[in-house]
């Protein structure tokens, strides 16, 4: 049975993004900045350049995402201990996405980590996480609703 | 920060290979390997991956997993004599 109560709610919320090219990721960050923002929870994302300058376009007056970062430079400051996060969420519909989960969760042991898997074929990407974390994994591509309706419940957030 | 594309590297494995794909071409044809964490530092970039992470030695060649988020993982293969020494004095041998 699915939980719908709100989750308490973290001070700084990390988004690492995978690259762009399936288009529910856009979409998807989004709308989980904006359900954290209206909850008082600060989000910064990271991704590569290509994933960051279509937010900045999506996002002109940075309303959902004031913070933004290339990975690299975010890792380079997790390691260094200058950042850290309560909570992270990692989107992975590649091996490499996957990868930078599993640093996520070396790097940051006693965050929370959801990874959010999807693409053409989530399911054998998901079987490569042998780490601890939250799996929410859907086969989404263009149509985000299915896997916005399990975010939603794995936060507590209606509808 | 550095970046890799300044570095003159042999692709070992070509971009897309999966990162375990990696750490197994790396045990399976390297006579010497050491074994890292993610956030390890090389060539001034920190490395990322699914611990362990496996780095081969050739002489003074270093060979390394990166990974870019719209390319996957590459094997890629750096000479540096002070580098691989740094990797021999600071990486583990076992996973």
Known sequence: MTDHTEK???AIALLVLGCPEVPVQQ?????????FRKRGTAVHAAGNPAV????KVSDPEKRYLPETQVLEKCIEEIVEKKRDAKLCIVFAHSDAGITYAATMRH???????????????????????DFPCEK???????????????????????? | MGCIENLAYEKILPLGASFRECREYVEKNFAEFWYVDPGYKLFDEYIIGLPPIALGIDGSKIVFPYTKPC????LLAVEDADEAARVRKTARKKK
């Open chain 1, 52 to 55: 960051l300058n279509l937010l």
């Open chain 2, 71 to 74: 390319h996957g993982t590459y």
């Open chain 1, 27 to 35: 979409a998807l960050v989004l709308n989980i900045a904006h359900n």
């Open chain 1, 107 to 129: 790097l940051l042991p006693e965050t929370r980590l959801v990874v959010i898997i999807f693409g053409k074929d989530p399911e054998p990407l998901a079987a490569l996480i």
């Open chain 1, 8 to 10: 308490p709610v973290p």
């Open chain 1, 136 to 159: 929410i994994v859907e086969k989404a591509v263009h149509n985000p609703m299915q896997l916005r309706k399990k975010i939603n419940e794995v936060f507590g957030w209606a509808a």
